[in-house]
């Protein structure tokens, strides 16, 4: 039985146009023109507990959306959404009691108090129980390190130390979903780590089903095991990260170190796709050829000092699927 | 239920208001500001009376007595009420969403997060300028007229605070919402502070029926003044002051509603 | 030169436009507080003829012109603009700008305000200049001059609101000084709620070393005749002085804004 369950899910919003130029803007003082918008157009799909799934497209292609609809902030223009067998917007207050949201752009913590405050008013917010509360905010503050922040006021935190505190929030009345919108923006290379590893654990020691949008697919990529991609409002991929690798990802890109700058290279089978000075990439489908055909084939021809193969970041990949659409 | 509210309210407040006070220099700037600047406000009004000594038959002493109850009113609703001054700093910065995520009813969670205690000094001040008209009023104290007093300064502070519920609510559908709030609460303010017979019958139907700001001062002022000023309404406005409150605040609870409807459904 | 500034001011007048609602409530608003004060000086004048130099028409007009000005210390938000723009940095990508943040500052304002003059102003001082049978200038040379000192007036306002708003790079909030001089001071000395003759000698005398009766009365006093000849000349005068220094002092304050940005890194 899946926790969430989203059938044929809509949501227009008119959109006023601004008209350009001095006289247009000023007639624009009386009467406007809208154009409809469908930010999400019937998206369809459904998580198992304990899913740990990425929600990813580029900016406006809806998935903010989603997640406010599956919050119960926005209501959908048509469609069904099934929440732990909750509607959502209708019963809002029922649903945020049973989930946890992060949004990674702005704090839900007090900004000029102590950390710890911030969590002892949620815990009157959300009526936790005091053992429950403690065991939890030991649990928690042990697992992401917070003991020597815990009353430092939140305006001074780091901003990886924020989003530390933010998951906290977030989990401290034992939600059984987790969202998140852009947890790992804006931080670096360790903070980030760090959030990744907090979800996979907290993901498998708690079963808590997790649904994530970010930008950053090193995020998919390590956290997620299914991979959700929506664009214009219509979902574009549902599958696991492997099966997309397996279908999309089958090009390598071999990268070589001639030993001098040849004038024409002739190869069969390969795409030149760049050059700079001596080093040339190769990209070529290994369905067709095979490495070692390329490189007996490079090396009867040319002199060369060096090469790699690399397999397609998952970042290459969703930029073809978006350029070329799903086939 | 009503415990647990209570409780709540009390620690969202209070967190905002330890938040404030980490900043004591801005807030001690801001009490002064305030109280500086109610004074030069009572200065003009002061400079005008002087000058012309009755308006519209009522004494200089009546209109101060006005003034202070008008002030009082509008002193507690912005302690109360301060979160509806820039009401739309939710909507323009996306923090409504972040209240809509809390298993809290929105409006009440909205409210308690912020109790302006910088506002207190613009209270006392009112006070002051109130228990000095009052006497000057030479009004006989006794329980009715301090029961009578205090049903008054409530209804008022409610009347003043669904007006200012309304004009935040307008940012629902219009994002911006903040001069406006302003400018509707000081224009009823300012006009709480004169004999609404001054006014002719438009505005005085206006400051009645619509914007029932006459409700806060003028005509309870009847009674505690015993002017027997009413100017064609029924005699019985001058107790109307707690029911008018009630209507105005379901009014003002719907309106609320219908706006968050349409944030639910457009988002911004 | 100044080109670069203008597209400030368009850009500024532009994105007023977008907000169609909220402008015709500010518009009726508006209207209802200048009721307030029209019918309590008709209720102030019933018996009198003339007060301090002010029959009824007179101070009617007075009221309605100061009003309609007033209307600038209302909706000019600088203060409060440069102290969102501290607070959430931008001001450091103004700062390095190769512009003028002063005078960037003016040019947004003067957009916004121009737009507030057309469709707030203009109609509501049309509307009650014929519901109440107000004064003109008494001639075409005044109404000039009277225009030139709103400039003025609101040039001194302006400079005012930047002052106030650069005290953000050293205060965490600047609205305790704001309602100190923009609601307390200035509402007191500009002689916005009645003019300057009305009041008692001391405040007048205090009014006289500051420079807020340069906002509102000395252009509205001007419109209603009330400065003519030399007294008209020494209050342009005045208004000159105080922008010249004010914007001098606004100056003096964002270099050390700047200063500060530089050395302490905000």
């Known amino acids: 039985m899946p926790i969430i369950t989203v059938e044929h899910l809509s949501k227009h919003f008119k959109v006023y146009k601004r008209r350009t130029g001095f006289w247009r803007s000023l007639s624009s003082t009386v009467s406007r023109r809208h154009d409809i918008i469908k930010a999400v157009d019937d998206v369809s799909f459904s998580l198992d507990r304990g899913e740990l799934v990425g929600y990813i497209g580029a900016n406006g292609a809806g998935k903010s959306t989603t997640i406010k609809m599956l919050t119960g902030i926005l209501v959908p223009s048509s469609g069904h959404i099934d929440v732990m067998g909750l509607t959502p917007y209708r019963q809002r207050k029922e649903n945020t009691r049973r989930i946890g949201v992060v949004f990674g752009q702005r704090t839900q913590l007090w900004w000029d108090l102590p950390v710890i405050d911030s969590f002892e008013l949620l815990k009157q917010i959300y009526e936790i129980p005091q053992n429950l509360y403690k065991q939890n905010l030991e649990f928690f503050s042990e697992m992401l390190q917070l003991q020597p922040f815990l009353s430092t006021p939140v305006r001074r935190l780091s901003l990886g130390q924020r989003m530390r505190c933010d998951l906290t929030a977030a989990l401290l009345h034992d939600p059984e979903i987790l969202y998140l919108d852009e947890p790992t923006i804006g931080l670096d290379v360790v903070a980030k780590e760090q959030v990744r590893q907090f979800l996979r654990e907290v993901n498998a020691e708690r079963q808590v089903t997790v649904i994530l949008t970010t930008h950053d697919l090193n995020d998919v990529e390590k956290v997620c095991q299914r991979l959700i991609i929506i664009d214009s409002g219509k979902i574009i991929y549902d599958g696991g990260i492997n099966a997309l690798k397996e279908r999309y990802g089958k090009t390598r890109m071999l990268i070589v170190d001639l030993a001098q700058g040849y004038s024409d290279i002739q190869l069969e089978g390969v795409d030149l796709t760049r050059r700079d000075g001596n080093r040339i990439w190769l990209a070529f489908d290994r369905d067709t050829i095979s490495a070692s055909e390329v490189i007996v084939q490079l090396t009867g021809r040319y002199e060369i000092q060096d090469l790699t193969i690399s397999e397609p970041e998952i970042e290459e990949i969703v930029r073809r699927i978006y350029e070329m659409g799903v086939h | 239920m009503v415990r647990r509210y209570f409780k709540l309210y009390c620690l969202l407040a209070g967190a905002y208001v330890r938040s404030r006070l980490q900043y004591r220099l801005s807030f001690g700037l801001m009490c002064f500001g305030i109280v500086i600047s109610e004074v030069c406000l009572l200065g003009l009004l002061g400079a005008l009376l002087v000058k012309f000594r009755t308006v519209n038959g009522w004494t200089w002493a009546e209109v101060v007595f006005l003034y202070g109850l008008g002030n009082l009113a509008y002193s507690f609703m912005r302690i109360l009420g301060s979160q509806l001054d820039d009401f739309d700093r939710y909507i323009i910065r996306g923090e409504l969403d972040g209240v809509l995520i809390r298993p809290v009813p929105p409006l009440f969670y909205i409210l308690a997060s912020r109790i302006e205690l910088i506002h207190v000094s613009r209270a006392l001040t009112s006070v002051a300028i109130f228990v000095v008209a009052f006497h000057l009023t030479e009004i006989r104290w006794t329980l009715e007229v301090a029961l009578f007093t205090l049903t008054t300064i409530v209804s008022g502070t409610l009347i003043m605070f669904t007006l200012m519920l309304i004009s935040a609510t307008v940012a629902l559908w219009t994002t911006k919402s903040g001069k406006l709030t302003d400018l509707l609460i000081s224009a009823t303010k300012e006009a709480t502070a004169f004999p609404v017979s001054i006014y002719p019958l438009a505005v005085r139907l206006l400051l009645t029926f619509i914007l029932p700001v006459a409700f806060v001062t003028y005509y309870p002022a009847q009674q505690l003044l015993q002017k027997g000023e009413f100017l064609g309404m029924p005699e019985s406005f001058q107790f109307a002051a707690p029911v008018v409150a009630l209507i105005m605040l379901c009014v003002s609870y719907l309106f609320w509603c219908s706006g968050l409807r349409r944030y639910h459904s457009t988002g911004s | ?266």
């Open chain 3, 1 to 266: 030169m100044m080109k670069k500034y203008l597209i400030f001011t368009v850009k500024a007048f532009q994105r007023t436009l977008t907000y169609r609602f909220e402008l015709w409530m500010e518009l009726v608003i508006n209207v209802l507080f200048m009721l307030v004060y029209v019918y309590l000086w008709k209720a102030l004048y019933t018996g009198q003829t003339s007060v301090e130099g002010y029959d009824l028409n007179k101070i009617l007009t007075y009221i309605v012109v100061s009003q309609t000005l007033l209307t600038f210390t209302f909706t000019l938000r600088v203060a409060r603009i440069i102290e969102e723009k501290v607070r959430t940095g931008e001001v450091v990508t103004d700062l390095m700008k190769p512009i003028d943040f002063q005078l960037m500052t003016l040019a947004t304002a003067a957009g916004t305000s121009s737009h507030t003059a057309l469709f707030n102003m203009l109609p509501k001082f049309l509307l009650f200049y014929g519901t109440f049978g107000l004064l003109l200038p008494p001639s075409l040379l005044t109404l000039l001059l009277f225009i030139t000192s709103v400039v003025l007036g609101y040039i001194i306002l302006f400079s005012l609101e930047f002052i106030i708003g650069i005290f953000a790079f050293w205060l965490v909030e600047i609205r305790g000084i704001y309602a100190l001089v923009i609601w307390g001071l200035s509402m007191l000395f500009s002689g916005y709620f009645l003019p300057l003759e009305f009041y008692p000698t001391f405040l007048a005398k205090i009014g006289e070393v500051l420079p807020f009766r340069a906002i509102i009365y000395f252009p509205t006093a001007i419109y209603t005749g009330q400065l003519m000849g030399e007294s008209l000349v020494t209050a342009m005068l005045i208004q000159l002085a105080w922008v010249a220094a004010l914007v001098g002092l606004g100056r003096l304050a964002y270099r050390a804004a700047f200063r500060k940005l530089v050395i302490q890194g905000g």
